[in-house]
């Protein structure tokens, strides 16, 4: 950025150059407001981002978020951006043994695969029919909300009327998710899958009576409108690629390298101080955006700060020479890998996976799950890798709280790590490290992230993913319009924090900038 260009006084500063604060910067710049973003690493991006993590492997893997479900096609419309999503043939693959034979249940295909992988799994038609008609409700749900995500927050009786289903309500808004799944199924492994879809980044038990878990069930059944979770083309890195460039083809300067450090305002005004290698700066803005966390918020501007946040996943990528067998001989690995491979998920090893961690514990059998993300994107790979049968890995650990790390973070990630991997060992005809490919300085092609390695790296409060726990998707005390309001008038909140935030969605940028729009009209 030029030295002369702190005093220049811009329509709208944004905070942090994540993929929601290059929404706000793409949609105020198209709309003629001058915009700067200040960004403190050396790129664009956030969490939403591609990189080559091993030495001298062409592998562009999603190194934090990796699946799109939150989306709105709207914004990618808005904004033209060259950005595309493919979906995945296989929903989920669950690995099981009954009887002392490996089996498993394989959700996707079709629906007369899906109907006989329930009958093979649980001898009957009972679940998949359970499974169908709850699908069925969460679907409808998702048709009715969905759209709202981009419109002024409705009141709870306005969303209440528009889902227009007492049943949905209940189950969804107002009891534990626990209930409705022990309601519906019977089988321990099909509650189980049900259940991780409320547990992603959410420490919570099935039964909680926050509604953690269901905040979360939520927003992991509505994207889209119909529940699924697609594939970035590119990687995730695609996305932000494609809304840097919007954004400056719009005209907003994005600057690099740029830390915000103090935010002062009297409500009509304000002024950013930064730092950058060569000392500090100013920026003078009529509105301020921030994408970070309500933390960073409160540190920037002064105000007290909220309740800590707390992160309980643990993220890890590969990269593997080849797709490993399966024990389940009736499963090709290459369908398995294709969707959500779910390890250790049953119900019960999900309770009591949530005990012993709230006890201050690593769970024993470590609960996480696994995607391919090459065997549907092979472009993440370059022609050489993907030529050999090279294929990526990607997993997701649950219930691993942040306190879980303290006492060493290094030392319980290795353990915690080493554990996991025995989980997935268990249902593979082949130990996973003998598939592990080596980058250019002969180690394993595998990178593992605790919530504080993610605290570290990315200034996420706990690690947390979401940035604090997942709001309902309507208006409460204090939510203000959009849910990206805060107690000064001209300063916004447009991270994963903001109310409707999490995920890769860009619906905080989009709802701030909408805020913006509407005060300067």
């Known amino acids: 950025m030029p030295a002369n260009e702190h005093t220049r006084t811009y329509d709208a500063v944004i905070v942090g150059g994540g993929h ?29 981002i591609s990189t080559r993590p091993f030495a001298g492997v062409d592998a562009r893997l999603s190194r934090y978020s990796y699946l799109v479900s939150l989306l709105p096609q709207k914004i990618v419309r808005d904004l033209g951006l060259d950005f595309r999503v493919r979906a995945r043939t296989i929903s989920s693959y669950t690995p099981a043994e009954r009887e002392g034979r490996p089996t498993g249940l394989l959700v996707g295909g079709g629906e007369e695969r899906t109907r006989e992988a329930f009958a093979r799994l649980t001898g009957g038609e009972r679940e998949y029919q359970a499974w169908q008609r709850f699908y069925g409700m969460t679907t409808r749900v998702a ?99 494609a809304l840097a460039a919007a954004a400056r083809s719009a005209g907003a300067v994005l600057a690099t390298g740029h830390e915000a450090v103090r935010i002062a305002t009297d409500g009509h005004t304000a002024e950013v101080t930064y730092r950058t290698a060569d000392g500090e700066g100013v920026a003078a803005a009529r509105h301020v955006l921030v994408n970070a966390s309500p933390q960073e918020l409160a540190g920037l501007t002064g105000d007290p700060a909220p309740e800590p946040a707390e992160g309980a996943q643990l993220k890890v990528n590969m990269l593997l020479t080849r797709l490993p067998r399966l024990r389940d001989p009736a499963v090709d690995p290459r369908e398995a890998f294709a969707g959500t491979f779910h390890i250790a998920e049953g119900y019960r090893q999900l309770a009591t996976a949530h005990a012993q961690a709230a006890a201050g514990e690593l769970p024993a059998v470590p609960p996480s799950e ?114 990206v309001e805060t107690p000064h008038a001209n300063v916004l909140l447009c991270g994963a924090g903001a109310v409707r935030g999490g995920g890769v969605s860009g619906v905080p940028g989009h709802n701030a900038a909408m805020a913006v729009l509407e005060a300067t009209a």
């Not at 706000?24 to 956030?46: C, M």
Request: proline letters at 6%.
């Open 20 to 48: 929601n604060g290059l929404v706000a910067a793409a949609y105020l710049a198209r709309a003629g407001r001058s915009v700067l973003v200040l960004e403190r690493l050396d790129h664009t991006g956030g969490a939403a």
């Open 370 to 483: 696994i995607y391919c993300h090459s065997l549907t994107d092979p472009t993440i790979l370059g022609p050489d890798l993907a030529e050999r049968g090279y294929q990526t890995l990607t997993l997701f650990g649950l219930h691993t709280p942040a306190r879980l790390f303290d006492r060493d973070n290094d030392a319980v990630r290795e353990e915690l790590l080493k554990s996991t991997l025995a989980q997935l060992d268990a249902h593979l005809a082949e130990p996973l490290t003998d598939c592990l490919a080596t980058d250019a300085d002969g180690r394993p092609c595998i990178e593992a992230k605790t919530p504080l390695d993610l605290e570290r790296d990315l200034r996420l409060p706990g690690g947390n993913i979401f940035h604090r726990a997942l709001s309902w998707p309507y208006a409460q005390e204090g939510t203000g319009r959009w849910g």
């Open 143 to 241: 048709e009715r909300v969905f759209p709202t995500l981009t419109e002024p927050l409705p009141s709870r009786d306005e969303l209440r009327r528009r889902i227009d289903d007492e049943t949905a309500w209940r189950t969804l808004f107002e009891e534990p998710i626990g209930v409705a799944v022990e309601e519906n199924f019977t089988d321990d492994l099909v509650r189980g899958v049900v259940l991780t879809d409320a547990l992603i980044g959410t420490f919570a038990d099935a039964h909680d009576p926050s509604l953690a878990q269901n905040r979360c069930f939520l927003y992991h059944v509505i994207g889209g409108g119909t529940g699924a979770w697609d594939v970035p083309v590119g990687g995730m890195g695609a996305l932000t690629d």
